[in-house]
């Protein structure tokens, strides 16, 4: 695979009249990787989109593609190719004609542009559907066609403004492995935006989360779920239980926080912050609820949650327990359905255990809405 | 009865859905379909004086179609050069007329389409509001602007560009410009109704594969205006070939309009045969002349309605 061309924002800003919607986005992307910016609607992530393929100039700071610094460039003369949103291809032009678009553009003639349509019509799995309109296809395969009209203009940067938004869950999930596999095989770079923590956690390389204009964490999913680094990053992607309260004692890696609700709890200091977190500061802690398991009764300890059951609910691979959290909110807890009996504990009082390690905890901050 | 009647009788009741369509039918059929038919009829038919018509005398004719072609008989002319020469020169023009208000109308309904904001209401405004204003008013509004003593002779020659006053009237720029603008609207709002649907993202992504402007709209922005482009030029055509305040106001003393034919043999010369002859061919001619385009562009007649 060749090594692919790199994007760098540098001290990006930017603004729309007093509205800020990039504050000082830094961002290395390496040539090849499937990038994703993941955030709430309004974060800001599409607006660094459009400023990486030139329909918008930022306000401060620099686009670098490849190196070259992008300003003053038009979208037109850019080497990324754009997939919207609702795919915008051309209704009223054949599909091997809004694949090989871009090739009319650079005038190459109706044959040459008829045997690439066809080469990428093999590629995307749709062979000998050129003749038709976009309207004649799924929704599924107009996506494909989407990829395919991007990937003619041999982009060195693919952005994909959430293209699978519009299509139903199986289809979706479908094309998250499609994609990962398209980038794989052209080897280029891809910048992913989504609001969905699934797309992102599934096909990046690399996940910047965003939050109002602010990117709060740039890492591999596998590092953002595990390991994150603000309130926002830990609530935003996958469910997380949360407890506040303040920094008892810090001990190396590990913490002791005094929660509000449920007592004296331990631990583990999230990586960004090791070092940071001072004794009596605010701090939140985050258990996912997978990692809880039901301990024997009358256990206590500073890694026990007490608390009362408000309702349970059977989903097939797990059982869910709802027991009652922090300001309204209800704590969750997965408990894997191995096949094990279980018994209804609605209404009653149970105890949790967890591991330190699965439980993280970082400065006090904003949360994810719901 | 067909089943989009029965639908429409069952939606709307009995009483009303039959009152809404003996409406509909008596528009086109009372109104336009039987006085067209009329003045086929009377076209076909020798002029004669009241007491003859019904008479042994009155027998269809070609006389009057003859007499646009070939003139009066015996007029020592091979062809009637004069009326045809008008006939021609006013289809030429109403092209005229409908392609410069294209080529006028196209950017500003693009423009008007394409932005956001309250801007936009205050331009489609003052669009608008000439239109309040009656076609004869706006006439001779245009006559007193480019009259001989008009604002803008003044203005040229006032300003050095001009030595004499130049002649708009006798030169027809007045009757064009008075043409062009009293149609601007029905070519801008079919365009602008039709881009205005276009998504954005659809330009967007063109540009972003690297189409210059002019690529971005033969491409992608006139081919799906196509509809709105049609019923445009066709309303303004075939307005204009028919228009007849315009031409009598603006027009210069050598410049008639095949209307103010019409006109003449309708109101001065009492030939009702002969006027409705020259109608119906002025009619069937520009019909023609729209159906021809049409195929030539590819469009349908289901897109004009768009």
Same mark, same amino acid.
Do not use: M
């Given at each position: 695979m060749s090594a692919g061309v790199g994007v760098d924002l540098e001290n990006l800003w930017i603004r729309f009249g007093?509205?800020?919607?990039?504050?000082?986005?830094?961002?290395?992307?390496? %040539?090849?990787?499937?990038?994703?910016?993941? %955030?709430?609607?309004?974060?800001?992530?599409?607006t660094i989109l459009r400023a990486v393929s030139g329909f918008l100039e930022p306000s401060d700071g620099r686009v670098l593609i490849g190196g070259n610094n992008m300003k003053g460039i038009g979208p037109n003369k850019r080497p990324t190719a754009l997939i919207f949103q609702n795919l915008a291809l051309f209704p009223l032009m054949k599909i091997w004609e809004n694949i090989t678009f871009s090739m009319e553009i650079r005038g190459a003639s109706a044959k040459e542009r008829r045997k690439r349509a066809d080469e990428l019509l093999d590629m995307i799995a749709l062979p000998g559907q050129g003749d038709k309109l976009p309207s004649e296809l799924s929704g599924g395969q107009r996506q494909r066609v989407a990829i395919a009209r991007a990937l003619c203009a041999e982009p060195d940067v693919l952005l994909l403004d959430e293209p699978l938004s519009a299509l139903d869950l199986k289809l979706r999930q479908h094309m998250r492995t499609e994609l990962r596999e398209i980038q794989q095989r052209v080897g280029i770079t891809f910048i992913y935006i989504t609001h969905d923590q699934g797309e992102a956690l599934t096909m990046s390389d690399n996940i910047a989360v965003m939050k109002a204009g602010v990117i709060d964490q740039i890492a591999d999913g596998k590092t953002i779920y595990n390991d994150p680094s603000t309130a926002f990053a830990a609530s935003f992607v996958g469910e997380n239980n949360v407890f506040r309260g303040k920094v008892k004692r810090v001990m190396g890696n590990e913490a002791l926080i005094e929660t509000n609700r449920s007592g004296d709890l331990v631990a583990r200091i999230s990586s960004a912050n090791q070092g940071r977190m001072k004794e009596g500061e605010d701090a939140m802690m985050f258990i996912r609820p997978e990692a809880f398991t039901l301990a024997p009764e009358g256990a206590s300890g500073d890694h026990f949650v007490t608390a009362k059951v408000n309702h349970e609910e059977f989903e097939g691979n797990a059982f869910n327990i709802f027991m009652e959290g922090e300001g309204g909110k209800e704590l969750k807890v997965s408990i894997p359905n191995l096949g094990q009996s279980f018994e209804d504990h609605t209404g009653q009082n149970i105890t949790l255990e967890y591991e330190t390690n699965n439980a993280v905890c970082v400065p006090a901050g904003e949360l994810a809405a719901e | 009865m067909p089943r989009f009647l029965k639908e429409f009788f069952t939606r709307n009741g009995v009483g009303i859905g039959s009152l809404m369509l003996g409406l509909v039918l008596f528009w086109t059929i009372g109104l336009i379909i039987l006085p067209q038919l009329s003045m086929l009829d009377f076209s076909f038919r020798p002029n004669l004086p009241p007491p003859e018509v019904g008479g042994p005398k009155d027998v269809y004719t070609l006389e009057n179609y003859k007499y646009l072609i070939f003139g009066p008989e015996g007029g020592g002319q091979a062809f009637n050069a004069v009326d045809l020469k008008v006939f021609f020169r006013t289809l030429v023009a109403a092209v005229c007329v409908t392609v410069f208000n294209l080529i006028l109308c196209y950017p500003i309904a693009y423009y008007l389409a394409q932005s956001k904001g309250n801007h936009i209401r205050i331009f489609a405004l003052m669009?608008?509001?000439?239109?309040?204003?009656?076609?004869?008013?706006?006439?001779?509004?245009?006559?007193i602007i480019f009259g001989e003593t008009g604002v803008l002779n003044t203005l040229l020659v006032g300003s050095g560009v001009f030595d004499t006053p130049f002649d708009f009237i006798r030169n027809d720029i007045a009757l064009y410009a008075g043409l062009g603008y009293a149609y601007i609207l029905l070519m801008i709002f079919p365009i602008y109704n039709v881009i205005e649907s276009l998504d954005r993202n659809q330009i967007e992504a063109a540009r972003d594969m690297g189409a210059s402007w002019p690529m971005i709209h033969r491409r992608v922005v006139i081919p799906y205006a196509k509809p709105g482009i049609s019923s445009g030029c066709t309303m303004v055509f075939m307005l204009s070939a028919?228009?007849?305040?315009?031409?009598?106001?603006?027009?210069?003393?050598?410049?008639?309009?095949?209307?103010?034919?019409?006109?003449?043999?309708?109101?001065?010369?009492?030939?009702w045969p002969q006027g409705a002859a020259y109608a119906v061919v002025l009619l069937v001619t520009c019909i023609l002349l729209v159906l021809a385009i049409m195929r030539l562009f590819k469009v349908n007649m289901g897109d004009i309605g768009k």
């Open positions: 007093d509205f800020v919607a990039v504050r000082d986005a830094n961002v290395n992307i390496n %040539g090849g990787d499937f990038f994703s910016f993941l %955030g709430p609607s309004g974060c800001g992530k599409t | 669009l608008i509001i000439p239109y309040w204003i009656n076609e004869i008013l706006r006439a001779f509004a245009l006559r028919g228009a007849l305040a315009a031409p009598q106001i603006l027009g210069g003393p050598s410049s008639l309009w095949f209307t103010q034919l019409i006109y003449q043999q309708f109101n001065d010369n009492s030939d």
